[in-house]
């Protein structure tokens, strides 16, 4: 049962904490954490919320955007330079939960939940994690598949943005608002010459995490830029993807209409 609130001022404050209470819960926007409190789920008694740890903020030069981790979603939607994310983030939740859900905290929430992580992987985001000494760099591709560990704090994600009209996301869902993923799919394709000079292609609601569709990356690469050239290098998605079943499709459709939607994503059709 939660007995102590902690307020830190800044992120040395906030290590200084978890440090002294090893078991406490880590709270940024508040979307997962409090739901856990309503149910009378948790099993900690502390909570160390970074609101005033001074981790937000949004800061763009020379074509790279950096973000505290406790930015939140309904901020990247203000900034023009960060306007390829706004259809993503429209999808996410409603403008309640945006307010409150944070970047960094989008990355650890359960599948098939996360889209914003989708869309880092595919921009082949980094994230900065503190852990009481000197920071360390790791690709969020990499985070959200091993976590962190006790103590450690995720601070920033760093990208370079894309090329205009580079960046392609689509998310299937039961309803149009509010709703979990069945598939998301976040990509950044570059051409020369009409083929595919550049390619990543993130997945999301197929598995335990957000994952790199790698076999269709592989597939795509050099090729024409075209529907038959994508809907031939998505039907490798399978060997990529894990699905699993749930409230909102069966791993069987998951797996049956990935190839659908990573083409829709890619080419619009």
């Avoid at 996410?92 to 945006?98: D, E, L, Q, Y």
Wanted: charged share 20%; with cysteine; hydrophobic share 45%.
């Amino acid at each position: 049962m939660l007995q102590t609130v902690i307020v830190p001022g800044s992120l040395a404050l906030a290590q200084e904490a978890l440090a002294r209470h090893p078991g406490a819960a880590l709270m940024a926007g508040g979307t997962v954490v409090m739901p856990v409190l309503n149910y009378g789920t948790d099993s900690f008694d502390t909570l160390v919320s970074l609101r005033k740890a001074g981790l937000s903020g949004i800061f763009i030069s020379d074509g790279k955007a950096s973000i505290g981790a406790a930015t939140s979603l309904s901020e990247l939607q203000e900034r023009s330079e960060l306007a390829f994310l706004a259809h993503a983030i429209n999808t996410i939740a409603s403008p309640t939960i945006r307010n409150m859900a944070t970047v960094g905290g989008n990355l650890f929430v359960e599948q098939p939940y996360g889209d914003l992580a989708v869309c880092l992987i595919a921009l082949g985001a980094t994230a900065a994690v503190a852990d009481g000494g000197a920071a360390r760099f790791e690709p969020v591709e990499t985070l959200v598949r091993h976590g962190v560990a006790k103590g450690e704090i995720v601070t920033k994600i760093s990208f370079t943005l894309p090329a205009p009209g580079t960046f392609k996301f689509t998310k299937a869902t039961r309803r149009a608002f509010n709703s979990a993923a069945i598939v998301t799919v976040a990509a950044v394709i570059g051409l020369e010459d009409g083929k595919v000079a550049e390619c990543r292609i993130a997945l999301g609601g197929v598995g335990r995490h957000p994952v790199r569709a790698k076999s269709v990356e592989e597939k795509l690469l050099g090729q024409t830029f075209d529907r038959a050239g994508v809907m031939a290098a998505a039907e490798v998605a399978g060997d990529d993807i894990e699905p699993f079943d749930d409230a909102y499709a069966s791993a069987w459709y998951r797996r049956r209409v990935t190839p659908v939607h990573i083409r829709r994503a890619l080419v619009g059709e």
